[in-house]
């Protein structure tokens, strides 16, 4: 049984309540740990522990913040199997992908703790003369670090460690489904030695503690990803104190394929785009637009390359994809096929729930799906190809931008000028030409419309987590 208490004052703590919840694992429905369900008073000394060290941590030497974060990114490095078993067991995507997943958190601290040293304001002149005027950038201050279950791991170290290396101490509240990889990141933390208070978890009820984090005036940034739902939330309670807040939302990715492109290489793209993670991915294609002309030779490649994969436990080796999270994700992904179907589209491959233990959903193409259909309307968050046909380059930038959402979207061709023209018509904060994962450490990460707000990754990443103080001086 694996533990996880909330971590506040450099030291783990049980709940002032004494209640936990448990976790189990989706491959299995086994009890594998549990956590404990926080409360507000726990919540209290957890942002007050944030508080404590946030003046100290702002003003430590930037080099010092980059040195630490360096050891973080070598510490989790040396932990990768381990970190990687428990969020196979705790989530259920495959050791592979979990490996990866680590090593994806890891690098945020190493590109972070070369940017803390990176953090400059500017200098302008002024219309009189008469003046000097320079900025400064400067922590934004305690910062709640909100995260879901999907990537359970690398989001927390995706916010972490710019949070870190600019200067602010956080509060991070992992999702219900996988608070043990988060205790088990701050354990390997401990390792580093952070100064007391500089990362503080918290794990329970967001109905409690939620709210109550996000309305606490001492918390100056809320950076949350999550449901697009979850994140209206966020921002209401966040209007209270005037908190910066930054949002990684759900998403709607359009695929599109059009005649010239390779169809081999589109393929490869859809299985890598899709199917990672059993489809539980806010960049997953939802919708695959095939140009009229290669729409069957599509269908049969990636029937073909979808019958191949393995299901299973991810901890078993040969494992390709492992189980949904839970019995509700499994419903909504049925609850979307079977409303294709009865509208006219046909499964090519899979369209079933596998009967037996863990929340195994069987990966599935389907063709003849219209943008009406739920499949193509809502996140399946699922292992679900839909087929969609187009005829014409206008005709499906505009059905691939009918949507409220702007995440990720994903263009096949060969065509350079078409290339440029989907770059600027498609209207997502992230386009893939020829690129099935564009998600890169360096790169600003972020959705438009309701996507989300601000970036994460790269060098925007840390100006989420600053300020722009402003300084005049008349001579
Ligand atoms: P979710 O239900 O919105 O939960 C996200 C986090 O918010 C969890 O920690 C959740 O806690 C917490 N939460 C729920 N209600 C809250 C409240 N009232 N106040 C404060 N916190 C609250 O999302 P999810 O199901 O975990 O994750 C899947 C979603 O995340 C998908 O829509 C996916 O597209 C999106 N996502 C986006 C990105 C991106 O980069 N844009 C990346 C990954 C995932 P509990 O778990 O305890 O409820």
Redesign the pocket.
């Known amino acids: 049984m694996i533990d996880a208490q909330c971590y506040y004052e450099g030291r783990w703590h049980e709940g002032r309540q004494g209640r936990r919840f448990s976790v189990e694992n989706p491959a299995t429905n086994a009890t594998i740990g549990s956590a404990v369900a926080a409360g507000v008073e726990d919540l209290d000394l957890v942002i007050q522990s944030a508080v404590r060290a946030g003046a100290s941590w702002a003003e430590s030497p930037p080099e010092r913040r980059g040195r630490l974060l360096q050891a973080a990114c070598q510490a989790i490095m040396e932990n990768q199997e381990d970190l990687a078993r428990l969020l196979t067991t705790e989530e259920g995507k495959s050791l592979r992908e979990a490996r990866s997943e680590v090593a994806y958190g890891a690098r945020f601290f190493e590109y972070y703790a070369g940017e803390s040293v990176r953090i400059f304001g500017d200098t302008m002149p002024s219309a009189s003369g008469s003046r000097s005027i320079w900025t400064v950038k400067v922590p934004i201050g305690v910062s709640a670090l909100?995260?879901?279950?999907?990537?359970p791991f690398a989001?927390i170290c995706r916010k972490m460690a710019p949070a870190l290396a600019a200067g602010c101490t956080v509060v991070v509240?992992?999702?219900?489904?996988t608070p043990l990889i988060a205790a088990q990141l701050f354990r390997v933390l401990e390792k580093v030695n952070l100064p007391p208070g500089t990362v503080n978890l918290i794990t329970g009820?967001?109905?409690i503690i939620?709210?109550a984090?996000?309305g606490d005036s001492r918390i100056r940034k809320v950076s949350?990803?999550?449901?697009?739902?979850?994140?209206r939330?966020?921002l209401r309670?966040a209007a209270a104190n005037i908190t910066s807040v930054s949002l990684?939302?759900?998403?709607n990715a359009p695929f599109i394929i059009f005649d010239d492109a390779s169809v081999e290489d589109a393929v490869n793209g859809i299985m890598a785009c899709k199917f990672r993670n059993a489809g539980q991915?806010?960049?997953a294609t939802n919708r695959i637009y095939v140009q009229r002309g290669v729409a069957a030779a599509v269908q049969d490649r990636l029937s073909e390359a979808v019958q191949h994969l393995r299901v299973g436990n991810g901890l078993d080796d040969d494992a390709q994809m492992g189980p949904l999270i839970n019995r509700e994700a499994v419903k909504k992904v049925a609850q979307h096929v079977a409303d294709a179907v009865q509208r006219g589209a046909t499964v090519a491959v899979g369209g079933e729930v596998r009967e037996g233990v863990g929340f195994f959903y069987m990966p599935t193409v389907i063709a003849g799906v219209q943008d009406t259909m739920q499949l193509a309307q809502e996140?399946t968050?699922g292992p679900v190809a839909p087929l969609l046909i187009f005829d014409a380059e206008e005709e499906v930038f505009g059905r691939a931008n009918q949507t409220p959402y702007g995440?990720a979207a994903y263009v096949y061709t060969r065509d350079l000028g078409r290339a440029m023209r989907a770059s600027k018509t498609l209207e997502f904060g992230m386009v893939g030409i020829n690129d099935p994962v564009p998600s890169l450490v360096e790169a600003p990460?972020?959705?438009l419309k309701a996507?989300?707000l601000g970036r994460?990754g790269g060098h925007e990443g840390v100006l989420e987590f600053l300020e722009t103080k402003y300084v005049s001086t008349r001579f």
């Open positions: 909100i995260t879901p279950w999907n990537y989001m509240k992992p999702a219900e489904q009820d967001p109905e939620g709210p984090l996000v949350f990803t999550g449901s697009t739902s979850v994140g939330l966020i309670g990684e939302l759900g998403g991915i806010c960049v996140e968050f995440l990460i972020g959705g996507s989300g994460e």
